[in-house]
């Protein structure tokens, strides 16, 4: 499972890449291509999906018989990194940089000193309009280099970066070798002239490697997540509810993109299905149950003062489920009951978080999304170190007791006996 994982990832650095992988994935596996744009014809027993911007998906079966509700898993498939402008390359009598500002936030340090890649998307102009063409110009294309410690001798204390200086990559010596959008458009199959436009990132391309009890790799927050969900979703067998893999773009800048988790694409896919089935949207989500698959801070090994003493989660400790008071998390006693009772089922273990009471916790998408879908959500994840590095940590065998636990609830149904008390089927 976690060759597979790594593999996924390293095909995957950014999300247009995770969601065309995550594409075949599906395809391979019998799954047809839906358009937003174009009329619906399902059928009963048979699976689909439907991608938005080409950086978020939405994979579902419609069930043999019956319709009792959704059963869905939320998670994202960006992470944080650099992005390259329009405009990107700026020059001085020396050397060659690549203008760039940061996605999402960054533990900057990780970024410096290593090769990095260029990936992302080109709009290419065609005869009659536009097409995108996704594009990886490989993982050796620029570097951001420190400052020798003789010229800083501050570097090993409190280092503060600035983003429009210390953070510009070395691209090349000025004059010298192709410009970027010329990689791209090579890259593309295209003519520089035909470029439009571009979104293009940096990001790591160090393979993820498994060592004794963990694995490390690039961009585990969340394409952890995302791969457990379409792999449990893929192997998980037909119940009476509708099961939903939604893997979203832009978590890490707020989710308020016509393609995140705060946009309308998850609830116009329910609409629809909802329709086919001959179903109301409103009573189908009071029988549903939503994942909001989005990795957990572990307890770390040198600092252990920053975990909450009863509830810090520990790797290869199961799959973590999340609290928090003021609902940056989604879970509550219901949502996590309902949960509980189908991971005990499934055998998969679990464990809580909650940061401490003085510092402030990050965000997931379960309530941006429940802004536009309401329904029961639960927030999970799987522990790690050092979230929003470049290069991240987890357990060696958490993202097979996190499939373990996804199987079965694609499998299940939440029945809605009124507010507050419900079945597991």
Known sequence: MNKELLDFINLSPTPFQAVDNISQMLEDAGYLRLSEGGAWSLERGKGYFVTRNLSSIIAFRVPAEGFSGFMITASHCDSPAFKLREKAETEDSRFTRLSVEGYGGMIYSTWLDRPLGVAGRVIVKNFSGIET??????????????????????????????????????????????????????????????????????????????????????????????????????????????????????????????????????????????????????????????????????????????????????????????????????????????????????????????????????????????????????????????MHSSFETAGAKDTETMVKALRLFFEKSVVSEGDGSYRVI
């Open 133 to 386: 063409r996704l594009v990886n110009l490989g993982g050796d294309v620029c570097l951001i280099p420190n400052v020798a410690i003789h010229m800083n001798r501050s570097v090993n204390k409190d280092t503060n970066y600035n983003p429009a200086v210390d953070l510009q990559p070395l691209y090349s010596m000025k004059g010298s070798g192709k410009s970027i959008r010329a990689r791209a458009a090579e890259a593309a199959g295209a003519d520089e002239g035909d470029i439009i436009a571009c979104d293009l990132f940096l990001y790591n391309p160090q393979k993820g490697a498994c060592w004794g009890d963990f694995i490390s790799a690039p961009r585990l927050d969340d394409l952890q997540c995302a791969y457990s969900s379409v792999a449990a979703f893929l192997s998980s067998e037909g119940g009476s509810s509708v099961p939903v893999c939604a893997v979203f773009d832009n978590e890490e800048v707020g989710s308020h993109t016509k393609q995140g988790a705060a946009s309308t694409f998850l609830k116009a896919t329910l609409t629809r299905i909802s329709a086919f089935l001959g179903g109301d949207l409103d009573t189908a989500l009071a029988s549903s149950l939503m994942l909001s698959c989005d990795n957990a801070h572990s307890i770390h090994p040198n600092h252990p003062e920053y975990a909450d003493k009863n509830e810090a989660p520990v790797l290869n400790g199961g799959v973590v489920v999340k609290f928090n008071a003021a609902q940056k998390y989604t879970s509550d006693a219901v949502s996590y009951a309902l949960f509980k009772m189908i991971a005990e089922e499934a055998g998969a273990e679990i464990q809580l978080y909650a940061n401490r009471p003085d510092i402030p916790g990050g965000g997931t998408l379960g309530n941006i999304a429940n802004a536009q879908v309401s329904l029961n959500t639960v927030d999970i994840g799987l522990a790690q170190l050092a």
